[in-house]
């Protein structure tokens, strides 16, 4: 018993012994493991003095927003010192072997260099705002001028003879005393820098949110400017091209005429077509429905209409018909029509027109790509059928007076007062259209021309074509054909006025046109949608000048009533071809 109990005691005596001396080295181990990592982990980038280093960066001080819309090469330059300090080792491996010289030698060396690298953060900063405000060409140059100071300050401190010696070229200890100078200019240098920085950055915040509202304002107006150019050919290509309602119309006639030859068989002149004594009306178009239009709306508001006579003329293609219209719905009141082709008026040729010359001469210097042949010869005898109204004197060389009528128009009233208007021996009758310094011929013609300049007053007043009473005893007298057909030939290059209509009839008509009373002719139904209605009723004739066209779905839908009222919707081809009046 007693040998037992003395074995148990030494053996717990030795188990203590050893428990001590394994707690002893545990914490010897812990101890240095845990010396080991304050040296691996405790990098400068962390440590206060060098919280600037995260701040240049864009991730403190409230400067990441403003730094993210800094340009490239600006943003380039400010994280320069960010990714790596010069030639100062700030991470891993070499950060360790720095930081056992430093205690090895100096411990003070280390915050030489933390107090160098805020200065050079705060370099890198000062230089991209001064690059930015450069960018944004604002008028600050006293501003500028600070942050190109400062730049210089904070270089030139590190640069001072007393701190390269003492501080950054010696191999010896450091001197403390000129450290803390060192970092007493240093810090009283950032502090400058960051004050100059947020009054410049709220300044710059600004003036980022205008540079951005005018590109925003900028990129609106090009949109809007692309838009109504794109809405404008939209417009002139629905306003020149055939609805395929009218298509419809003319091929129903021509079908007819086809199907029934001996019932459309031409009719002989009647003696009424060359009677001066009646009142005659003269309209060029190729357009069925609208000729009607104007044709019925002249004998609905006629007093007489058993005295009105109808000169309609079309091209070749559409001539057929416009007859077999004007056959299956005759005239109400007794009116006299008579339908003739271009073709039929045997002078208008291009040996004596010069238009049809010019057409010609423009088609032969046409490339072949560009367009064919059918789309030329439309052309061509579109413009010939704007042209024939300078040669009403030789078409219907019998008559004295003819009222002129577009296609596009619409009579609201009797027309008769127009024949007794005393023309004071002027040529053409029309209402003038200028209004201040609007629609003068300075608008039409190119006064820079010596022969413009020589022969016309750039300030008169131009005038209308649509509705226009013509003296054709005085048109004779004055030969104005020949005019015409003068300075159409001067303009064949197109430098005296640019193609058009109303030009050459300003020119011809210069000095020979007697203005007529505004009622007579309203103009703007086919763009201007702010014509106030008492205007309109108070006209004779309405006007859809313009793209907006009434028998176009893209027609002004307040004006278009006073057009669709006058189509004879009971022809039962209207009704057909769905025109959707």
Known sequence: MAVATRGTRGGSTFRGLFSFRIFISAMFSLLFIATLSVLFTNNPSTSQDVSTEAWCCGRNHGHGPFLKTLPHDDLAELNAPCNGLGDLPTTGNAYVHRTFLALKSDPLRTRVDLIHQQAKDHIALVNAY??????????????????????????????????????????????????????????????????????AKENY??????????????????????????????????????????????????????????????EG?????????????????????????????????????????????????????????????????????????????????????????????????????????????NAKSLSMMDHLRFYLPEMYPKLYKILLLDEDVVVQK?????????????????????????????????FSHPLIKEKFNPKACAWAYGMNIFNLDAWRREKCTDSYQYWQNLNEDQTLWKAGILPPGLITFYSTTKSLDKSWHVLGLGYNPSISMDEINKAAVIHYNGNMKPWLDIALNQYKNLWTKYVDNDMEFVQMCNFGL
């Open 205 to 266: 915040d600004n003036q980022l949110k205008i540079q951005k509202l005018k590109d925003t304002i900028f990129a609106v107006h090009e949109s809007l400017a692309k838009a109504k150019k794109n809405g404008a050919m939209a417009s002139l290509i629905s306003a020149r091209s055939i609805p395929k309602s009218l298509h419809c119309l003319a091929m129903r006639l021509m079908g007819e005429k086809i199907s029934n030859p001996e019932k459309y068989r031409d």
């Open 414 to 446: 009797d027309l008769t007062g127009l024949w007794n208007i005393d023309m004071e021996g002027k040529v053409n009758g029309a209402v003038e259209i200028c209004f201040g310094s609007f629609h003068r011929y300075a608008h039409y013609m190119n």
């Open 269 to 377: 002149p009647k003696p009424e077509f060359e009677d001066p004594t009646l009142y005659h009306y003269v309209i060029f178009s190729d357009n069925v429905i609208a000729v009607s239009v104007v044709v019925r709306s002249v004998v609905k508001n006629a007093m007489e209409p058993w005295k009105h006579v109808f000169h309609v003329v079309a091209n070749r293609m559409n001539v057929g018909a416009m007859k077999v219209w004007f056959k299956m719905r005759p005239i109400e009141g007794g009116a006299f029509l008579e339908v003739k082709a271009v073709e039929e008026f045997a002078f208008l040729n291009s040996s004596y027109v010069p238009i049809l010359r010019q057409l010609e001469s423009a088609k032969m210097n046409q490339p072949e790509n560009a367009t064919n042949d059918s789309n030329m010869k």
């Open 130 to 199: 001064g690059a930015y405000a450069r960018k944004l060409k604002l008028d600050i140059s006293k501003q500028l001028k600070t942050f190109d100071e400062l730049a210089h300050n904070f270089s030139d401190i590190a640069m001072k003879p007393v701190y390269q010696k003492s501080l950054f070229e010696t191999d010896g200890p450091i001197d403390e005393d000129a450290l803390k100078q060192f970092e007493k200019e240093v810090k009283e240098r950032v502090k400058i820098a960051r004050m100059i920085i947020v009054e």
